[in-house]
């Protein structure tokens, strides 16, 4: 017996981490997409891309770790049936829970991974990745600036063009730069520019020599227009985005949620708690739904668990969507979506066990 439940054990541990692989591959690609996105429009540095994409490997994690516990298993266990083993274990006499065991030791250890990636490895890491994006987006105008391209900064209100870069001092070349301002559009030009910080509160300037400067109304052809020549002109540029920093409940270690002192905390703790549960509920469900009946389609037990995977995760969403809206401290939350998709386990469980 205890042969039969290492092999049962090693089948579903190697398919569940390759599922597992292939998903985070998935989700890692989408990410890589949009973190490239952002870095072609000067928001990140392209030194950080695998940095921050690294640090959202947790998040990519909880999204489909129980996705991928429930199709190992199944691929596991509907192999064995493909293969007659499952009738050859069935005719040796060991009954159904005392035979799936195994799967059972693999949900709880599947689930207690998540909770810890949930409770202590995310908050660490969305953390961090704030920190990173933060410190990005107060670099993101001197790496953002390309030779011979315009650059929009500020949620496009600022337009900045520049000709080159001097080599010997790192000062700007051949200036162009554009307030879009409703009331008072402006326009500066400079043959010569440098970036400098502000020791005393970190505010960026930018300090342009030699330069013109325009200001008319919202039409130009209306007026009023001012037009004056100047030998030092230092602009102070737009503070970074602190809107990456994430919300304290967010970074909170999952003991500091509990009890939870606010509807966003208790939210945050039902959310933290839900891909652990799901592994396990899921890794359960598994087992009754890998059953195939002779001549059975290969793949349609797959597709009726991805079904059921998809109405729970969509549960699951609509119910922090609605705890979102009430903001009440108090109800049932997700329980009872875990809780009817347990039932729904155990009823297949003593059905199998019955026809076992």
Not at 54 to 79: F, H, N
Not at 181 to 198: H, M, Y
Not at 260 to 266: D, K, M, T
Request: hydrophobic share 50%; with cysteine.
């Amino acid at each position: 017996m205890v042969i039969l439940h290492r092999y049962i054990l090693r089948e579903s541990l190697v398919a569940s981490l390759m599922s597992l692989s292939v998903f985070l591959g998935v989700i890692s690609a989408l990410f890589l997409a949009e973190l490239l996105a952002e870095a072609a429009q000067g928001q990140l540095p392209g030194r950080l891309v695998l940095v921050v994409l690294v640090l959202r490997l947790p998040e990519a994690a909880m999204m489909v770790g129980p996705l991928a516990l429930l199709t190992g298993v199944l691929l596991a266990l509907g192999r064995m049936h493909e293969q007659s083993e499952i009738s050859v274990i069935r005719a040796a006499g060991p009954g159904f829970a005392r035979c799936f065991a195994p799967i059972m030791l693999l949900a709880a250890a599947w689930s207690a991974a998540l909770l810890t990636v949930a409770g202590w490895v995310s908050p660490f890491a969305l953390e961090r990745s704030g920190e990173v994006m933060t410190a990005a987006a107060r670099q993101a105008l001197l790496s953002g600036l390309q030779p011979g391209q315009f650059q929009r900064f500020d949620g496009g209100r600022l337009t900045v063009y520049v000709g080159g870069f001097d080599d010997s001092d790192g000062g700007l070349i051949d200036l162009f730069i554009q307030h879009a301002d409703p009331a008072q559009p402006e326009l500066v030009t400079a043959g010569f520019g440098r970036l400098w910080l502000d020791p005393t509160d970190g505010s960026r300037y930018l300090s342009l020599i030699d330069g013109r400067q325009i200001r008319h109304g919202p039409d130009p052809l209306a007026g009023p227009m001012r037009e004056l020549e100047f030998a030092r002109n230092d602009i102070r540029l737009p503070r970074p985005d602190e809107g990456n920093l994430a919300a304290p409940e967010v970074t909170a270690r999952l003991p500091d949620l509990w009890p939870s002192g606010s509807p966003a905390e208790r939210r945050e703790l039902q959310w933290r708690l839900a891909p652990a549960l799901a592994a396990l509920v899921l890794g359960a469900l598994a087992v009754p739904l890998a059953y195939r009946a002779p001549r059975q389609g290969r793949w349609s037990r797959l597709v009726v668990a991805l079904a059921l995977y998809l109405v729970y995760s969509n549960a699951i969403q609509a119910g922090l969507v609605l705890m979102e809206q009430r903001a009440a401290m108090r109800g049932p939350g997700l329980w009872p979506v875990h809780g009817l998709l347990l039932l729904t386990v155990l009823w297949l469980w003593l059905r199998q066990g019955r026809r076992w």
